[in-house]
Nanobody, 116 residues
Framework: QVQLVESGGGLVQPGGSRRLSCTAS????????MHWYRQGPGKERELVAS????????SYADSVKDRFTISRDDAKNTVTLQMARLKSEDTGVYYC?????????WGKGTLVTVSS
């Protein structure tokens, strides 16, 4: 079955950087778009970044553009979110997501807290 496991969350100071990873299994990873979402305290879950197959297409929410970078390693079935110049409003649980054969799949999430 499709499984997504996020890692890399933690406490980061404002202005700092953090690298999140998502390891996928149970499907042909290279053939599917992958996404990172986040949900801040008291907020709805929002799409942060997406990457197409073979990394040919990527897109970002305006709030993270030029600070976050999404990438993928199809040999390792991983998708990574490199976050820089973090702000307090980046605090939240970050989720890896994909849609496979019409089913939407989520990891359990990893918490990123940006605070001094």
């Amino acid at each position: 079955q499709v499984q997504l496991v996020e890692s890399g969350g933690g406490l980061v100071q404002p202005g700092g950087s953090r690298r999140l990873s998502c390891t996928a299994s149970g499907f042909a990873f290279s053939e599917y778009h992958m996404h990172w979402y986040r949900q801040g305290p008291g907020k709805e879950r929002e799409l942060v970044a997406s990457i197409g197959w073979f990394g040919t297409i990527s897109s970002y929410a305006d709030s993270v553009k030029d600070r976050f970078t999404i990438s993928r390693d199809d040999a390792k079935n991983t998708v990574t979110l490199q976050m820089a110049r973090l702000k307090s409003e980046d605090t939240g649980v970050y989720y890896c997501n994909t849609v496979v054969r019409g089913g939407k799949y989520w990891g359990k999430g990893t918490l990123v807290t940006v605070s001094s």
